[in-house]
Each structure stands twice: as C-alpha cells, then as structure tokens.
C-alpha cells in the first residue's frame, strides 16, 4: 500500500449516522473486530474484548433500550451491528488501549465501504450497573471504555 493510500483510507473516515437496512456481512463483522483487537496495547497486554449485538436479537434491543434517553432516542441510529468494547483489570491504561481498538475498527469498517459511528453513551450506564452488564453478557469485571455502532451507509 502506499502512503497516499493510507492518507486517502484515513482521511475519508466519517461519522456515519444515517444508515440502510441492508445486513452487515458476518465476515465483515468478523473483520472489523479482529482488526480491534490487533490494536496496539500498554506492554504488550491485549485485555480488550468486544461484545457484539445484532439488529433484530433480543440483547440488542436491551442495549437500545438502556442507552435510550428519556425521550426514546436510539443513540445508535438504528444501525444493525453495535460492537461494545471493554477492557479487563489486567489492562494498564484502559482507556487509551480502548481507543485504539476503537479507533482500529472504525477504519476497518470504512476500508469495507461500510459506515460507522463511535458513541459513548453506553459507557456510564453499563459501568455504573452491573446487572445491566450481567444481562446484555458483559463480563461484570471489565470495564465499558465506548462503542461503536456499523451498518451499510443510507
């Protein structure tokens, strides 16, 4: 690859929060988070874990409704596939080895043509109750660092 590639691959990364219907590919999927957890990490120490939801499963809805506000807003935008990142205890700086798994995913989905959006909201809800975590799968142990949500652009 070369570096006006790279630059053109980085610098057309948008926030995407208008999004089509279309089901996002399971390898597609698959991509995205393993490019996640390539991400670079303090020492050496990949304690990342992404939790995906997919449009349409029971666990998704739960997401949706909890990080809803009070006036019903998705904060997700209706996209198909929302992908949790948390860290566990082992991490030494979680919120920056969060980020670059973020970061790394939100490329990956835009190097597949598809569109993304990075959103917090989920982060201090789900860190704050623990039952939330229990019920949606999240280990109660790690911490919630941010989401991001990936669906085929409208």
């Known amino acids: 690859m070369e570096r006006k590639q790279v630059e053109e691959i980085i610098s057309s990364r948008k926030s ?3 999004f089509s219907n279309d089901k996002v590919e399971l390898e597609d ?3 995205i988070v393993n490019c996640g957890l390539k991400a670079p990490c303090a020492r050496g120490i990949h ?3 992404i939790y995906s939801f997919i449009k349409g499963e029971a666990k998704y809805n739960r997401l949706v409704k909890y990080a809803s506000d009070e ?3 998705d904060p997700f935008y209706g996209g198909n596939v929302i992908l949790v990142v948390a860290m566990d205890p082992s991490s030494l700086y979680p919120d920056l080895d969060g980020a670059a798994i973020i970061e790394n995913m939100l490329l990956a989905a835009s190097m597949l043509g598809l569109g993304a959006c990075w959103i917090n909201s989920p ?5 704050e109750h623990p039952n939330y975590k229990t ?4 280990d109660t142990n790690n911490k919630v660092i941010a989401s991001i949500v990936v ?4």
């Not at 019920?135 to 999240?138: D, N, S």
Request: aromatic residues 4%; glycine residues 12%; charged residues 25%.
């Open 47 to 49: 304690a990342g874990h």
């Open 71 to 73: 006036t019903g807003r």
């Open 123 to 127: 982060r201090k809800f789900l860190n």
């Open 29 to 31: 999927i698959a991509t």
């Open 16 to 18: 995407v929060r208008s």
């Open 135 to 138: 019920e949606l799968g999240i």
């Open 151 to 154: 669906s085929h652009k409208a």
